[in-house]
Nanobody
């Protein structure tokens, strides 16, 4: 599966952005999908993931209540809706695909076999 992330850009604190991850090749329902981010000088960190078995979603504590991950099977696209943005959300955001789990569980980044190219999100006033 190939992943193409888009939708990044600049926003003011408190603003919103929506990220898109379009999958080509094998339909993404065969994969659990995740969003990760990496800020300058920091390690990549988990943001959100959706486990299709049970439709379970997981969020990092830092984004819980502000970000929402969702998917559209017909469009083979996963979204990350980001509201109430903060300067500390500034990072390159990556979408990733992991072979589908038979049961809901939180996955680590090394379980994700496919990665998109990343899209920059900058939050500043």
């Amino acid at each position: 599966v190939q992943l193409q992330a888009s939708g990044g850009g600049s926003a003011q604190p408190g603003g919103s952005l929506r990220l898109f991850c379009a999958a080509s090749g094998r339909t993404f329902i065969y994969y659990d999908m995740g969003w990760f981010r990496q800020a300058p000088g920091k390690e990549r960190e988990f943001v959100a993931q959706i486990i299709w078995s049970g439709g379970t979603v997981y969020y990092a504590d830092s984004v819980k209540g502000r970000f929402t991950i969702s998917g559209d099977n017909a469009k083979n696209t996963v979204y990350l809706q980001m509201n109430s943005l903060k300067p500390e959300d500034t990072a390159v955001y990556y979408c990733a695909a992991s072979f589908r789990s038979p049961y809901p569980r939180l996955k680590s980044s090394n379980e994700y076999a496919y990665w998109g190219q990343g899209t920059q999100v900058t939050v500043s006033s």
